[in-house]
């Protein structure tokens, strides 16, 4: 549950590198760009490191309109979850499973041919506006001028939809100076489009955004409240949009934060507690909206709202107007209605 503070109208190498005080191994942008997802098997044990054909099926995902979230070359459920949701767009039998004919759609009808992971110059608008840290207590949060990032790779990450270990991985040793020539994934423009109606599936995890015609525009994997905090059920609407939103942290609204039991003010930014977007539903203090930590989207529960990626909250919030219908379902596939 959330509160906000303003009036909405609306080929792996052998060589190992430091990630994050983890190990990973460097990725080649061509080991992406060849690879084949084809070669991808179910049930295989998962990888500790980003596998190139796993990172390819990412890209052509999102670029398809259904997202992965993080793209960060693991097979995790929100791929899982995005082949469905691109099973569904394509009117294919819906069961989330790499199979030929998915294959065959993804890497046949794509409208973007250009290569999965391109060259990238860093800008010095790339490094300004960071902040040295984001503290995890509301009350520091509340102190701070901004929420941004904490440093270019993070930026650069969110931008072009990846993990910062794929991040890395691709740029090993870089220090993503400005004027520094890095690798990146395209995943593409974002989608357009005028959303009719949204589909919450508290069940899934997922979000799906309807066209006036019904047919399926895009998807998303989301954090749809917890088992404390759950989300609303029923029918409700879209009640405006805030980019860029102060939030308001209210203890005896919404809930308990640390030791913190009074009204806060927590300023914009990525970092801040529900991103980049707010998208306010007319059920009181609930709504649609992005996070400062991508990675762990249906992963940890939320306090109530519809959290997604802060890139997929904004692709979703430029295709979303206000009196759109939000139904809160409990179903068990992308399938539509």
Known sequence: MSSMKTALPM???ALTISVGGASARELQPEAINTASIASIEAGKPKPADPDPAIARLQVLLDRAGSSPGEIDGLYGENVSKAV???EAMNKLPVDGRLDPEVISHLEGNGPIVAPIVESYVVSAEDAAGLVDKI???YGEKAKMKSLGYV???EKLSER???GIDLLNALNPGSQFAPGDTVWVVNSGPPREGKVKRIEADKKTG??????EDGSLLAVYPATIGSEDNPAPSGKHKVKGVAKMPVYRYDPKRNFKQGKNDKVLTIPKGPNGPVGTVWIDLTEPTYGIHGTPEPKLIDKVGSHGCVRLTNWDAEELAGMVKPGVLVDFVNRSAATPK
Do not use: K, T
């Not at 997922?206 to 066209?211: K, M, P, S």
């Open 11 to 13: 080929s792996l190498l």
């Open 160 to 162: 072009f939809h990846m």
């Open 135 to 137: 503290p995890e207590d």
């Open 206 to 211: 997922q979000v799906l955004a309807y066209a």
């Open 151 to 153: 440093n270019v790779a």
């Open 84 to 86: 469905a949701g691109f």
